[in-house]
Structure formats: structure tokens, C-alpha cells
């Protein structure tokens, strides 16, 4: 089956530094990868998504990068604000399985 | 707000009671999820309708039972719960079934807390 882990089940930093969360996944056959979060009393918010056809994706304050020899994915988030204290999820699709497979979630706690 | 909205916010119910939760969708989306969201664990998948069909039920117990009347709605039935089964559920829609993979726009979930 498709595990999918997070290194650290809380992340603290200072405001305005960057972040990284990172989720490790087994299924080599994976290929398509999100993550989301999940504010107090919310659902998962989706962040951004990256294909197994390219390593890196960024977007608005964040970059996804996907590194598949090792099947490893990190979520950076550029400048981290109070806004962003939340519970980040990586999620997974394996073609093999037709569904998405979630992390256990890693809490992003920001300290001004 | 991410156009999938679920009712009630916050439910209390005893173990012999009855009750449904509601989902819609309004991004015109053609599959609908059902998720269960327990404390320190992954999200686990219920349910999955694409087109108003169910296409996959993961071993989920018979009183959890799913309705799907159209594209836009999505009910869970409660009946005869157990205490374990206090969670958050949330809905989810996504543009097509996930083959090929599709992100899921999730509602803010139902905080059910069974007594």
C-alpha cells in the first residue's frame, strides 16, 4: 500500500523566517502530489499541487519541491506569517490505487 | 470559501438516534467524497461517488450510509453510532474521479460527537 509520512508532527518558527515541511512517500509509482491546510475549525485548504514530471513548483510564498529517488516532498513557505499557523497535510495519488492518501499532518506554529 | 459547504456545522447525537449529514457542491463538479477526520490521524476515506454513482466504499461500517442524489449533493445517514465514531467528517468534491488525479476542494466539516 501507499504510506505517506511527515518528519515532525510540529514545526515552530519565528516570524518572517522560512519554513519547510517535509512528507516522505513509498509508492514509486506515484505522480500526482498536493498539499493543503487545515486551519482551526476548517477544512483542508488546497496550497498547491506539483506532477511527477517536474521537481519544482512554486507559487505564491511557497515552492513545492518533489524529489523522486528518494520519494520525498517538501512544502517551503517563504517569509512565514501568523496567517500561516495551521496543520499542513502532503497528499498523495497513486494511479494504482485511483485515490488521494493523506499524511497525519504537521502543525506550523508562528511566534512573532 | 471554497464552494462546497456541509450542514450541520456541530452535531450531538446519542448512540440510538438518527440523523444525516448534508453536502453540497456548487463548482459543478462530477465526484463527491466523504472523509473522516480523527485526532492525530490521517484522513480516512468513506466514500466516493463520481456521476452519482458509488464508486468506492472502504470498509466502512453499514451505519454510515451514503446518498448521492445528483452531482451537487452528497448525505451521510447516521444510524446506531458508537462513541469511536466521534470525529469531523468532511465532504470533498473534485472535478473528475481521481484517475489522473484532480485536487479536492473540502467543506469546513461536521464536528460529530456521539454520546
Known amino acids: 500500500g501507499e504510506n505517506v509520512g511527515l518528519h515532525l508532527p510540529t514545526l515552530s518558527v519565528q516570524e518572517g523566517d522560512n519554513s519547510i515541511i517535509n512528507c516522505a512517500y513509498s509508492?514509486?509509482?506515484?505522480?500526482?502530489f498536493i498539499w493543503y491546510k487545515q486551519e482551526s475549525g476548517k477544512g483542508p485548504q488546497f496550497i498547491i499541487d506539483?506532477?511527477?514530471?517536474?521537481d519544482k513548483r512554486q507559487g505564491q510564498r511557497v515552492t513545492v519541491l518533489l524529489n523522486k529517488t528518494v520519494k520525498h516532498l517538501s512544502l517551503q513557505i517563504a517569509a512565514t506569517q501568523p496567517g500561516d499557523s495551521a496543520v499542513y497535510f502532503c497528499a498523495v495519488f497513486s494511479g494504482g490505487y485511483n485515490k488521494l492518501i493523506f499524511g497525519a499532518g504537521t502543525r506550523l506554529a508562528v511566534h512573532p | 470559501e471554497t464552494g462546497v459547504t456541509q450542514t450541520p456545522r456541530h452535531l450531538v447525537m446519542g448512540m440510538t438516534n438518527k440523523k444525516s449529514l448534508k453536502c453540497e457542491q456548487h463548482l459543478g463538479h462530477n465526484a463527491m467524497y466523504w472523509y473522516k477526520q480523527s485526532a492525530k490521524k490521517p484522513l480516512e476515506l468513506m466514500f466516493v461517488?463520481?456521476?452519482?454513482?458509488?464508486?468506492e466504499n472502504n470498509s466502512v461500517p453499514s451505519r454510515f450510509s451514503p446518498e448521492c442524489p445528483n452531482s451537487s449533493h452528497l448525505f451521510l445517514h447516521l444510524h446506531t453510532l458508537q462513541p469511536e465514531d466521534s470525529a469531523l467528517y468532511l465532504c470533498?468534491?473534485?472535478?473528475?474521479?481521481?484517475?489522473?488525479?484532480?485536487?479536492?476542494?473540502f467543506g469546513p466539516g461536521t464536528r460529530l460527537t456521539v454520546t
Open positions: 461517488y463520481s456521476l452519482e454513482e458509488r464508486v
Open positions: 509508492n514509486s509509482a506515484s505522480d500526482y
Open positions: 506539483i506532477r511527477s514530471n517536474m
Open positions: 470533498a468534491s473534485s472535478q473528475d474521479r481521481p484517475a489522473g488525479g484532480h485536487e479536492q476542494y
